[in-house]
């Protein structure tokens, strides 16, 4: 790889390490706050998950980067402009159904994306790629049941699954969204077609929806800029959390 | 009662203690005096309560853990410690009562859990000395409850046990890896060794004479060694580890016995220990308020599960 295709690939890498680490933080915050010990359970092993993935992509583009950098300098040592992540992964972790619907809507996309990655030109994002859908697979079975089940079940859990829906909806654009950047690795056979995740992803999501009684919003706001470090302001609050021991006590190993 | 069903009562105690003196495990459809199912529901639900609550000032630094190593470790063993409540709930429940009922005696005072919960965790480090002393002093307990007599708990404690060492080695290489570090974390790795050091000694509860629930406990071999006993074990073991990375455990008067093979260490503050058991530790309420909070903000999705279940049954009624 020349030296530009190298730094174009660890950008890329960067992107997919802070969206799992941005969301695993987000789940984790759910640890001995579960609606019951199987779901507090259930809850965290999806945010090890993601905090897993996020270690593999930061720590691939960690290596390409070279010199200093780690998958903990990464994640430890940015602030708020130079973190990538989509918007939808920071936004406060709210009730359990904002949790579950923004985890339904980003595993449906996690099943095409990863699909489409596991085939990359590059083996090593091909690869965290086979692993990471394995995980996907069994996250998108639990949050699609609990679509079904909060979306049958009473007045409350309708009303709260309607809420997060029309809440989240206007963060879902971004996932599908090119840039230069990921326009060129795709002509390189490397990155995703995200565009091309939209159609199927839109039937997914209406088809399970549709099995309940909330409706999926038709659109008519949509707020982008994680790629560019334009964020909300909630990450800024998210960094302060996450990175707080390593900016009190620099330099040291932990 | 009858003459008759006295008799009866004294053989069946008579032969339930033959069965425990013989080192058979009883099972929830055996017979067992009531207050043998009480005493186990006490303390077994004691036990549950403390993995759950215990969750809180662990999970009180996953979000902060200062690398992403030290977090996916952290958060691991915090699922586990949820997956150990779990266990004990299930074996709790054997003894015919349920989750929904252990959960309101927490809540309302009635069930307790382990004390040293009550104490916050305020640095780093104390996720280490968490680790290392207070799963340490866990484990050294819960070992020894693989023998209890009572076949659902000894099961579930032997399956703990099992994960329980890796919580005691990665609170003790964050220790290691502090002492190893700048001078700041040195100091904050003792700091944290100040405070939970003597908290982890309570841990084992009272003085064997002064345990209100003991004597009845070892004859049923519910426990099968004493407060004391355990607790000289796991000074034993942890003042070697604490020598081997340089930190100092706060007692003057802790030196090794050449005559008891043991080490001596100082008398535990009761005063102290009673304080923050009835009530007046820095984290009592936050601690009973997190798990009430959790579980009233829970209830409308434990609703909408029940009633989705309900309206399931009843199209399927319907389609039949
Ligand atoms: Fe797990
Ligand atoms: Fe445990
Ligand atoms: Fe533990």
């Known amino acids: ?254 | 009662m009858t003459n008759d069903s006295l008799q009866t009562e004294a053989q069946l105690n008579a032969d339930f203690q033959a069965r425990i003196d013989a080192e058979e495990k009883i099972e929830p459809r055996d017979w067992m005096p009531q207050k043998y199912r009480q005493n186990l529901i006490r303390q077994i639900s004691q036990h549950a309560h403390s993995e759950v609550i215990g969750m809180q000032p662990e999970g009180n630094w996953i979000t902060r853990a200062p690398t992403l190593h030290r977090k996916a470790v952290l958060l691991a063993k915090v699922q586990d410690e949820c997956g150990h409540g779990l266990y004990l709930y299930s074996a709790a429940e054997t003894l015919g009562i349920s989750r929904e009922e252990l959960i309101q005696a927490l809540h309302s005072g009635a069930a307790k859990y382990a004390s040293i919960f009550n104490y916050p965790s305020l640095t780093w480090a104390d996720i280490g000395a968490i680790g290392w002393l207070v799963d340490g002093a866990a484990i050294v307990n819960q070992v020894s409850l693989q023998r209890t007599s009572y076949g659902p708990y000894a099961r579930g404690m032997v399956r703990i046990c099992k994960e329980e060492s890796f919580h005691q080695r990665q609170g003790y290489h964050i220790m290691m890896t502090l002492m190893q570090g700048s001078a700041a974390q040195r100091e904050m790795a003792q700091d944290a060794v100040n405070r939970f050091w003597w908290p982890s000694l309570m841990m084992f509860g009272p003085h064997d004479a002064e345990s209100a629930h003991s004597a009845q406990s070892m004859t049923w071999k519910i426990k099968r060694q004493s407060n004391d006993e355990l607790r000289q074990k796991f000074v034993d073991q942890t003042v070697e580890q604490a020598e081997v990375i340089g930190i100092s455990l706060p007692d003057p008067d802790l030196k090794w016995n050449e005559e008891r093979g043991h080490y001596d260490f100082g008398e535990i503050d009761w005063k102290e220990f009673n304080r923050v058991i009835n009530g007046s530790g820095p984290c009592n309420r936050q601690r009973l308020e997190h798990h009430i909070s959790a579980h009233e903000e829970g209830a409308w999705v434990r609703d909408a599960i029940a009633a989705h279940e309900a309206k399931k049954q009843q199209r399927a009624n319907r389609a039949a």
Request: hydrophobic share 40%.
């Open chain 1, 1 to 254: 790889m020349d030296n530009d295709l190298t730094q174009a690939t660890a950008d890329y890498a960067v992107r997919l390490g802070d969206d799992a680490l941005i969301l695993g933080h987000r789940l984790s915050e759910w640890c001995s706050r579960g609606p019951f010990m199987e779901e507090d359970l259930a809850l965290t092993n999806v945010a090890l998950d993601y905090i897993g993935r996020a270690r593999m992509f930061l720590g691939y583009a960690a290596q390409l980067r070279g010199g200093e950098c780690t998958e903990d300098t990464l994640a430890y040592q940015r602030d708020c402009r130079e973190f990538t992540n989509l918007l939808i992964n920071e936004l406060p972790r709210g009730d359990f159904a904002f949790t579950m619907v923004r985890q339904y809507l980003l595993d449906e996309h996690s099943l095409l994306f990863l699909d489409q990655l596991g085939r990359s030109s590059d083996s090593e994002l091909a690869a965290i790629a086979g692993k990471a859908i394995k995980e996907s697979r069994y996250h998108q079975r639990r949050s699609r049941e609990w679509m079904l089940r909060l979306g049958d079940g009473t007045e409350e859990s309708q009303r709260r699954l309607q809420n997060a829906l029309d809440d989240l909806w206007g963060y879902t654009p971004e996932l599908f969204l090119m840039d230069e950047l990921e326009t060129a690795l795709y002509e390189l056979g490397i990155a995703v077609d995200r565009a091309a995740l939209q159609a199927p992803w839109q039937a997914a999501v209406h088809s399970v929806f549709s099995e309940t009684a909330v409706t999926v919003p038709s659109g008519g706001w949509e707020v982008v800029g994680g790629r560019t470090g334009y964020h909300t302001e909630h990450l800024g609050h998210l960094l302060s959390d996450l990175q707080f021991v390593q900016r009190a006590y620099p330099g040291c190993q932990w």
